[in-house]
């Protein structure tokens, strides 16, 4: 089960940090995503990182978010800055066994989603 927080409600240009808990997530090679979902609009990936620390991320937020991982936690963070009005969103995180994919039905694994609002 994958656990969420540090959604919430910003200015444009302010930052927040969202993490995703993974306790007892224990694969030898993984990835574990970042996916935001809009009203009306499809899920779509945001960044990724893999247990090679291979990360990747979709163009709009390029430069804006940052992933990063704390293996010893089981938690993987998403760093991010410069947030716009069109960053808005319900922000998943997903994890899987094997390597990054950017499309949700890869993952198996979800968790129940944290709001970021931007204004």
């Known amino acids: 089960q994958l656990v969420e927080s540090g959604g919430g409600s910003v200015q444009a240009g302010g930052s927040l940090r969202l993490s995703c808990a993974a306790p007892g997530y224990r694969y030898d090679t993984y990835c574990m995503g970042w996916f935001r979902q809009a009203p009306g609009k499809a899920r779509e990936f945001v960044s990724s990182i893999g247990s090679d620390a291979k990360t990747a991320y979709t163009d709009s937020v390029k430069g804006r978010f940052t992933i990063s991982q704390d293996s010893a936690k089981n938690t993987v963070y998403l760093q991010l800055n410069n947030l716009k009005p069109e960053d808005t969103a319900l922000y998943y995180c997903?994890?899987?066994?094997?390597?990054?994919?950017?499309?949700?039905?890869?993952?198996?694994?979800w968790g129940q989603g944290t709001q970021v609002t931007v204004s």
């Open positions: 997903a994890g899987g066994n094997g390597y990054c994919n950017m499309r949700p039905s890869w993952y198996p694994n």
